[in-house]
């Protein structure tokens, strides 16, 4: 069965770094999103992304977040200058079409230190 | 704008018993529905989705949901719990037309031999 795959799968990191967070999603997918998980916290929205532009983003989706779908098939978040409150597991989804559920990949836990 | 409530962030149940879980919605338009479970150190699963249609879905694993837009109620049961249902299980909603799902805050699923 088709899977998301995200890499790493945990990735440490100094405050004011940058890091890029890298998904797979299915291959016939065409709505891409991530989320993010704060330990103890709800699963929350960060960006969609459809037809090679942000569809929506959420007020955590700042200027120091970016996302990329280099080459057709992966598809990536940038933290440009990490900070403490980073620190989460980041969740990317894929689906079809909007009727469609999304799946998720594994997730990738960022640790800022 | 939407938002779920789940109550009970801690559910303890007996392998054979009912598994219960509650979730409740608000949103200015018919939503989809969803139940999403997490097992330790692994991604975002769907378990069930309500779009529209009959009212009781039933998912994979033996898990069913039935919506109530009179209550704004999603709640998910599974007739006896078995020892691999331990796990996290995290009701979201999506409008219809939107992209981006709203997770609640969780529930963790216990299962005692």
Same mark, same amino acid.
């Given at each position: 069965? =088709?899977?998301?795959?995200?890499? =790493?799968?945990? #990735? ?24 993010? #998980? ?6 929350? /929205?960060?960006?969609? /992304? ?13 200027? #120091? ?9 992966? /598809? ?11 620190? %989460?597991?980041?969740?990317? %989804?894929?689906?079809?079409? =909007? ?15 | 704008?939407?938002?779920?409530? @789940?109550? &009970? ?10 598994? +219960? ?16 479970? @997490? ?5 975002? @699963?769907?378990? +069930?989705?309500? $779009? $529209? &249609?009959?009212?009781?879905?039933? &998912?994979? !694993? ?13 709640? +998910? ?19 219809? !037309? ?9 529930? $963790? ?5």
């Amino acid at each position: 069965e =088709p899977e998301v795959t995200q890499t =790493p799968s945990h #990735q440490v990191t100094q405050m004011g770094q940058e890091v890029i967070l890298r998904c797979v999603p299915i291959s016939n997918h065409l709505y891409f999103y991530w989320y993010r #998980q704060i330990l103890g916290q709800k699963v929350e /929205f960060l960006v969609s /992304f459809y037809n090679n532009e942000i569809s929506e983003k959420s007020e955590i989706f700042d200027d #120091q977040f970016s996302v990329e779908r280099p080459d057709g098939s992966n /598809f990536t978040l940038k933290i440009r200058s990490t900070k403490l409150e980073d620190s %989460a597991m980041y969740f990317c %989804a894929s689906r079809l079409r =909007p009727v469609y559920e999304q799946y998720f990949g594994p997730g990738t836990r960022l640790t800022v230190t | 704008a939407q938002s779920v409530t @789940q109550l &009970g962030s801690h559910v303890s149940v007996s392998e054979g018993a009912l598994v +219960l879980l509650r979730c409740n919605y608000s949103s200015s338009v018919p939503p989809y529905l969803f139940w999403y479970v @997490q097992y330790p150190n692994q991604g975002l @699963q769907l378990l +069930l989705k309500y $779009t $529209t &249609g009959a009212t009781l879905v039933k &998912g994979i !694993n033996g898990f069913e949901a039935e919506f109530k837009k009179s209550e704004t109620s999603f709640h +998910l049961t599974k007739p006896s719990a078995h020892m691999s249902d331990a796990a996290e299980y995290f009701c979201a909603v999506s409008p219809p !037309n939107d992209y981006k799902l709203s997770f609640g805050a969780g529930t $963790t699923v216990t299962v005692r031999a």
